[in-house]
């Protein structure tokens, strides 16, 4: 143990350097009695360490998680063994904390739900993309007026059948594409999007295992559709091109917002 306090204090003497990466070894090497001695080091840099390393103990991780450095918080809040109950206080803190909370894979779906009414957009986007994101939070974030977090929720394989309605008759295709590809799309609102007038959009009709038989045969007259299955395009170059293009177009909005307001 005194060889890690002997190395962090040249360090901060200037007499070495660690590297963010060194530092974080260092810790994930040290005892528990270590780690809660470290926990009120002086420098933030080394708390910031302590407070991402999956073996810290929860109780350290609480202290911390009231830490007055912001950067020592957001540790906390994006560290995968933080308890759940100081995710939810660390839900209320600062936005770049609370994109980690939203992030994290331990957060519940009842934090998941409050952060999905978050004012900012980057949080509501985490939140919208998180495998744990409950139905209800997703039905609502099917509501929002960002485009980004509406492509996001048509992907979310946990969006239920009323909110892929709602998004199925949205006037962007990248979203109404999304909706046609859903496992959870239900055969009504299928049967609508085959007459899409995108083609993209009724070939991904087309390609949904759960379309009915009815409207295929229907589509078998589609000459467009048809012919995209004969001559098929690269479609995961093309959703990744779209998804590039949105995600660009969403942040530069996203950061003129911010310096607006």
């Known amino acids: 143990m005194k060889d890690i306090f002997d190395k962090i204090d040249a360090m901060k003497k200037k007499e070495t350097s660690l590297s963010f990466y060194e530092l974080g070894v260092l810790i994930n090497k040290a005892s528990t009695k270590a780690l809660e001695k470290l926990?009120?080091?002086?420098?933030a840099g080394v708390r910031r360490s302590v407070a991402s390393s999956e073996r810290t103990p929860a109780a350290v991780l609480e202290r911390l998680a009231g830490d007055v450095a912001e950067g020592v918080r957001y540790r906390v809040a994006g560290n995968p063994k933080a308890p759940v109950k100081l995710l939810e206080k660390l839900a209320g803190d600062d936005v770049d904390i609370r994109i980690q909370v939203a992030s994290n894979p331990n957060t519940p779906e009842a934090v998941l739900g409050k952060l999905s009414r978050d004012r900012k957009f980057v949080v509501k986007r985490c939140v919208a993309e998180h495998p744990n994101t409950p139905a209800t939070a997703l039905k609502k974030l099917a509501e929002d007026r960002k485009l980004d977090i509406k492509i996001r929720v048509a992907e979310h394989p946990n969006t239920p059948a009323a909110a892929l309605g709602t998004l199925a008759e949205e006037d962007d295709w990248n979203i109404r594409y999304r909706v046609a590809e859903h496992p959870n799309t239900p055969a009504t609102v299928l049967k609508k999007l085959a007459g899409d007038k995108e083609m993209y959009v009724r070939s991904c009709v087309a390609n949904n295992?759960?379309?009915?038989?009815?409207?295929?045969?229907?589509?078998?007259?589609?000459?467009?559709?048809?012919?995209?299955?004969?001559?098929?395009?690269?479609?995961?170059?093309?959703?990744?091109?779209?998804?590039v293009w949105n995600k660009l177009k969403a942040e530069c909005g996203e950061l003129i917002y911010e310096h607006n307001h």
């Not at 926990?39 to 420098?43: G, S």
């Not at 589609?222 to 995961?236: C, E, H, Q, R, T």
């Open 209 to 243: 295992d759960h379309t009915p038989a009815a409207v295929l045969e229907k589509m078998a007259n589609d000459a467009a559709v048809v012919g995209n299955f004969a001559n098929p395009p690269n479609p995961k170059k093309f959703n990744n091109l779209v998804n």
């Open 39 to 43: 926990a009120e080091d002086d420098d």
